[in-house]
């Protein structure tokens, strides 16, 4: 228990914030552990086919901060008590399938996939940006640094997808 007076973080003390609005920071929670729990799926069905390319540890070093982002998800549903989408037995099969999908069309199939999902993630979490910091960025401090962080990750994933040839 944290000494009397002192804020609760929510890494440490694995609760969320006093005072947020749990309606948005639930939908936002909802939405991005959907995503990324999405992107694993897309990364996993891509490497179960382009595993042993020369692509394949390109996907897995992305499929990797991936995995990262969806553990801080999973942490973060806990720690605000948020329920995940009951949509996730689809997305495990439709992510799947995508990125299988994708790669069976090729290095430039799978790379172009990247992209597209890598684009629409971000550009999610640019709006959930704007929509904390007109909340309270200083009560959702700790939130806006993960979303900023992993939104950067994904702007990598975008570029590296251009870099192996998704436009080509």
Request: aromatic content about 4%; overall charge positive.
């Given at each position: 228990s944290p000494a009397a007076g002192a804020p609760l973080?929510?890494?440490?003390?694995?609760?969320a914030p006093r005072g947020v609005n749990k309606a948005v920071v639930g939908r936002i929670l909802r939405v991005d552990h959907a995503g990324e729990f999405g992107a694993n799926r897309i990364y996993a069905g891509q490497m179960a086919v382009l595993g042993r390319s020369s692509v394949g540890p390109v996907i897995q070093q992305m499929w990797n901060q991936e995995k990262d982002h969806l553990k801080k998800f999973n942490e973060l549903m806990v720690a605000y008590r948020v329920r995940p989408t009951i949509l996730l037995p689809f997305w495990?099969?439709?992510?799947?399938?995508?990125?299988?999908?994708?790669?069976?069309?090729?290095?430039?199939?799978a790379m172009a996939c990247t992209v597209a999902v890598e684009e629409s993630i971000s550009d999610h979490y640019n709006s959930q940006i704007r929509t904390l910091v007109e909340e309270d960025p200083e009560k959702y401090k700790e939130l806006l640094q993960i979303i900023k962080q992993f939104r950067d990750d994904e702007r990598e994933h975008h570029d590296t997808g251009i870099e192996h040839d998704a436009e080509a």
């Open positions: 973080r929510l890494c440490s003390a694995g609760l495990n099969v439709a992510g799947f399938v995508l990125g299988a999908g994708s790669a069976l069309l090729g290095k430039k199939g």
